[in-house]
């Protein structure tokens, strides 16, 4: 044991703490749950973690994101970006818009699902064409040890991924 809790440093303790915030779960679908979870995002006012991000509201004229993005540089939010391998090149000014805190997955790991970490929230919303719509189905679970769960899981993916 004392091995295990070496490499893990105090990590096996902490599945017995009591959470630090209200727990909840949350079900937004199509653009106005975009709404509510973009929503999210700027109220939380923390750094966003993103796995599998497609660049997605690149096409949407007016989109609701660049106003969000704008609340979310007052608050001086960094956006620590995972895209997809196969994310556009046409989406550079994406890239850009976020900062340069960004990186790609290895090819071969595309799906049709986001997660971002924000907060205490972790967001799970399914894209099926890739692009926000009426289908899209955004997930938000509010609680302070899972979201530290998907930071740590971010951590790895950011170690095997590239610059591009």
Do not use: C
């Amino acid at each position: 044991m004392d091995y295990l809790e070496g490499i893990l440093g105090g990590v096996t303790g902490q599945r017995h703490l009591k959470p630090r915030s209200r727990e909840a779960v949350r079900i937004y679908k199509g653009f106005a749950g975009w709404k509510r979870y973009l929503r999210e995002l700027v109220e939380a006012g923390d750094d966003v973690y993103a796995i599998g991000a497609k660049g997605a509201w690149v096409d949407i004229p007016h989109s609701p994101f660049m106003q969000t993005l704008a609340a979310m540089k007052r608050k001086r939010v960094t956006m620590h970006m995972l895209y997809e391998h196969e994310a556009p090149i046409a989406a550079d000014e994406v890239f850009r818009a976020y900062g340069d805190d960004y990186r790609f997955l290895p090819p071969g790991y595309a799906t049709p699902a986001v997660i971002v970490v924000f907060g205490d929230r972790v967001a799970i919303f399914s894209m099926p064409l890739g692009r926000i719509n009426k289908d899209t189905s955004f997930t938000i679970i509010e609680n302070h040890h899972v979201a530290n769960a998907f930071r740590i899981w971010f951590k790895l993916f950011w170690n095997a991924s590239s610059k591009k």
